[in-house]
């Protein structure tokens, strides 16, 4: 379940601003649920949920399967919605330090493939997003002797950071394995664009469907975001139920945090807040902030308006933005992401000398001082004119993460259509791709 704290946020606004705007809101809400909004068309991120198609969860958790079976990597090519999705799932629900199939190289009379740990997950790496040749060039230099398969991700199939990654992947697969065709798996379009054009010819191993009514940024749920995270060894059914069940609750519920989420951005956005942090305390959490980022900001950041969303991670940020956050500018909110359950922690140890001076902290745990930590930065930042609230969830386990993405979905919805904008267009990336394409001759 997933909770919103917002009184550091309401004490910067007028008693009844909510009450008034609250109309406006199930307003909003309604043209999300009924598909009379903008961009309706771009709905069916919700439909996948109505009615879970279970077959296609069977598929993924085979294919999912033989990757952990065959391959030491899974090479994820892809960019913005068709990769910062799989990647925010998988910071959170994995190890810090996870061992891999590949960390242990197959011996010399193993059967091309064949992992020597079996159970062991391949490690997902991803490439295709961003034009660096070094990064490129390390990561297949590093990759040589590994059983590696390739997913790669794009709805138009044109994206060129991507299909220029997959061309060069595609070379190098070619001098690396007899097949590369069968360690090939495209994710795009069901008939549109150049990766349905290569599967003609190429015949990879497996086609995965990015629906048409679904947009990047919302694809999380769909198997752009779905293969990795299965493969990762995530237990993608609980991940992609925990959405299913948010999705019939938010809907349900006119009274939900998620609206309240949308409404308190946008009452502060109209008093001159224009920046929002979301802030974690969990480093493994930074990536659902960088997916969330991409949501909030593609689909509000058009015709002059929208919050400017920018992530934190505490408590290293705060030795870094944390003078910004308390005195600069007072265009700023915040909005603290935390789980109710931490995902692990350690008691401190008393020491005999106490050299140190930490004896009054010893006995308490690592999470005892990030409560401490939260609760001081919400209350020294309200004090410092920094409106925040805090979203809480459950625990970083795959439902209650496949909850907190569809908040943010329907939320995004919501504040879109309040901000009277088409939340699921994107039409201002495309400046930047007329101008690099100018310059590359196409
Ligand atoms: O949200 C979006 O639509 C974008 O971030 C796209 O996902 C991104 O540009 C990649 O596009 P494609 O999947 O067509 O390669």
């Known amino acids: 379940m997933i909770r919103l704290d917002d009184e550091r946020a309401r004490s910067f606004l007028a008693d009844d601003d909510l009450n008034t705007l609250w109309p406006n ?28 198609d279970d077959a296609l969860l069977e598929d993924i958790e085979a294919t999912a399967a033989r990757l952990r079976r065959d391959a030491d990597v899974l090479l994820c090519l892809g960019i913005g919605g068709s990769y910062l999705g799989a990647r925010a799932v998988i ?96 994710t795009t379009d069901s008939d549109q664009g150049a990766l ?73 956005l109209n008093d001159g807040y224009d920046v929002e942090a979301l802030a974690v305390f969990e480093p493994k959490l930074q990536d659902v902030g960088r997916w969330w980022q991409q949501l909030f900001g593609e689909s509000e950041g058009k015709e002059g308006t929208g919050l400017f969303p920018t992530v934190v991670q505490y408590t290293t940020d705060l030795h870094s933005l944390g003078q910004y956050m308390q005195q ?14 931490d995902p692990g922690s350690l008691t401190i140890p008393e020491t005999a000398d106490d050299g140190d001076g930490l004896n009054y902290v010893a006995g308490k745990t690592m999470s005892d001082v990030t409560h401490a930590a939260y609760d001081g930065t919400a209350q020294a930042h309200t004090d410092g004119g920094v409106p925040n609230m805090t979203l809480r969830f459950d625990e970083i386990a795959p439902g209650p ?34 101008e690099m394409y100018d310059r590359l001759g196409r």
């Not at 809101?25 to 109505?50: C, F, I, P, Y």
């Open 91 to 186: 910071s959170a629900l994995t190890p810090y330090l996870q061992t891999h199939a590949s960390d242990h190289s197959p011996s010399d009379d193993a059967p091309e493939g064949l992992s020597v740990d079996p159970t062991a997950p391949p490690e997902v790496r991803f490439a295709g997003h961003h034009t660096s040749g070094a990064y490129l060039a390390e990561l297949l230099a590093n990759l040589e002797g590994k059983s590696v398969f390739v997913n790669v991700i794009s709805k138009s199939g044109t994206t060129l950071e991507t299909a220029l990654s997959f061309r060069v992947v595609r070379e190098w697969m070619q001098d690396q394995y007899d097949n590369p065709s069968d360690r090939t798996i495209i």
């Open 25 to 52: 809101v199930q307003e909003a809400h309604e043209a999300v649920l009924n598909k009379t909004g903008a961009g309706s068309d771009m709905l069916g991120w919700r439909d996948l949920l109505l009615d879970p």
């Open 328 to 341: 600069g500018q007072r265009n700023l909110i915040e909005t603290f992401l935390m789980p109710e359950t």
């Open 401 to 434: 993460i496949g909850e907190l993405l569809y908040f943010f979905e329907h939320a995004v919805a919501v504040s879109g259509y309040l901000l009277n904008v088409n939340p699921f267009n994107q039409p201002g990336v495309e400046d930047y791709k007329r």
């Open 196 to 268: 349905n054009a290569l599967h003609e010819t190429h015949d990879f191993y497996k086609k995965y469907v990015i629906p048409d009514d679904v947009g990047g940024r919302f694809s999380v749920l769909t198997p752009v975001g779905l293969l990795p995270i299965a493969a990762a060894g995530i237990d993608v059914r609980s991940f992609f139920y925990g959405a299913v069940s948010a999705c019939e609750t938010i809907s349900a519920d006119d009274e939900h945090a998620a609206f309240r989420y949308a409404a308190l951005r946008y009452l502060l």
